[in-house]
């Protein structure tokens, strides 16, 4: 199973909205609607920000969106914060019943 | 709350086995997928493999050959054992709770980095 593809790099202003993508294919993002991304702060491990494409956990940010269209899901950050520094990846189930984590991006807040 | 705890050696001979254990404190063990992940130095996250309380597993294919994963219902752990290992395999491990369907990962141990070395 190949990586989903992801930008190795963001960037964006505090208060401005960004957007992370997440291409895979009709055997996985495109197949279901098990999407999920991560953020994961230097040393820390990853945690958990969207589920099921667009579905957020308790606790967290209501800044934090997800959604999809075809075989491409983004993850948008909005009123970017100096604490949203930090990387990002996507994951999907897939067509075998197994998971693919995406590259992983590096949001930096200028 | 709900918390995971890697445990296991932290240095392993190439050619060996990596062996590590994830305790989880939770009432709910029976309830859900428990998987691992891992993490090279510097890289992106890895899908190792998941096991249900039943004992039903899946593994990421480019791994399947070398992984097992099994678990211990009545102490609250699972376990990975990945075979012939080499310095690709150094990295950190972390087990995670599951959800299940769709496989998102909703609590994480710290994670415990494995370094593959003679």
């Known amino acids: 199973q190949s990586a989903l593809t992801q930008p190795a790099s963001v960037s964006g202003s505090p208060g401005q909205s960004i957007s992370i993508s997440c291409t895979g294919s009709?055997?996985?993002?495109?197949?279901?609607?098990?999407v999920s991304w991560y953020q994961q702060h230097p040393g820390k491990a990853p945690k958990l920000m969207i589920h099921?494409?667009?579905d957020r956990p308790s606790g967290v940010s209501n800044r934090f969106s997800g959604s999809k269209s075809g075989n491409t899901a983004s993850l948008t950050i909005s009123g970017l914060q100096a604490a949203d520094e930090a990387d990002y990846y996507c994951?999907?189930?897939?067509?075998?019943?197994?998971?693919?984590f995406g590259g992983g991006t590096r949001l930096t807040v200028l | 709350q709900v918390q995971l705890q890697e445990s296991g050696p932290g240095l392993v001979k190439p050619s060996g086995t990596l062996s590590l254990t994830c305790t989880v404190s939770?009432?709910?063990?029976?309830?859900?997928?428990w998987s691992w992940i891992r993490q090279p130095p510097g890289k992106g996250l890895e899908w190792i493999g998941h096991?249900?309380?039943?004992?039903?597993?899946n593994y990421n294919p480019s791994l399947n050959r070398r992984v097992s994963i099994s678990i211990d219902t009545s102490k609250n752990e699972f376990s990975l054992n990945l075979r012939s290992v080499t310095a690709a395999d150094t990295a950190t491990y972390y087990c995670?709770?599951?959800?299940?369907?769709?496989?998102?990962?909703?609590?994480w141990g710290k994670g415990t980095f494995v370094t593959v070395s003679s």
């Open positions: 939770t009432d709910s063990f029976n309830s859900y997928y």
């Open positions: 995670a709770r599951d959800l299940g369907i769709g496989d998102a990962f909703d609590i």
């Open positions: 096991i249900y309380h039943s004992g039903n597993t």
């Open positions: 994951s999907s189930y897939t067509a075998s019943g197994t998971l693919v």
């Open positions: 009709s055997s996985d993002v495109g197949a279901y609607q098990y």
């Open positions: 099921d494409v667009s």
